[in-house]
Nanobody, 124 residues
Framework: QVQLVESGGGLVQAGGSLRLSCAAS????????MGWFRQAPGKDREFVAG????????DYANSVKGRFTISRDNAKNTVYLQMNSLKPEDTAVYYC?????????????????WGQGTQVTVSS
């Protein structure tokens, strides 16, 4: 069983930066892909970024490419999302997710474990 706890959300002005962290429990963390998703009010949950178990392979939604960076530290059982040049449209609850296979996925239904989410609010 994998438990995920996100942190690092908050209120930031447009153009600012935040770094989200997702701490995982469970010995299978380093063998599975991880993903970040977000959900704004009234909208569906959407893929933001994904990373392979080794960290060598990453994937991003077009809307965040060049601004967000996903990374992981398997020694600390933690995955990160560095968010730069934030925009008001990035406002959402951000969730990390885990799946026990080597490839990340853009589909939320492919992930078996989810954190509780952390709110990110970007003011204009």
């Amino acid at each position: 069983q994998v438990q995920l706890v996100e942190s690092g959300g908050g209120l930031v002005q447009a153009g600012g930066s935040l770094r989200l962290s997702c701490a995982a429990s469970g010995r299978t963390f380093s063998s599975g892909a991880m993903g970040w998703f977000r959900q704004a009010p009234g909208k569906d949950r959407e893929f933001v970024a994904g990373i392979s178990p080794s960290g060598r392979s990453t994937d991003y939604a077009n809307s965040v490419k060049g601004r967000f960076t996903i990374s992981r530290d398997n020694a600390k059982n933690t995955v990160y999302l560095q968010m730069n040049s934030l925009k008001p449209e990035d406002t959402a609850v951000y969730y990390c997710a885990a799946r026990p296979v080597r490839s990340a996925s853009v589909k939320s239904t492919d992930y078996q474990h989810w954190g509780q989410g952390t709110q990110v609010t970007v003011s204009s």
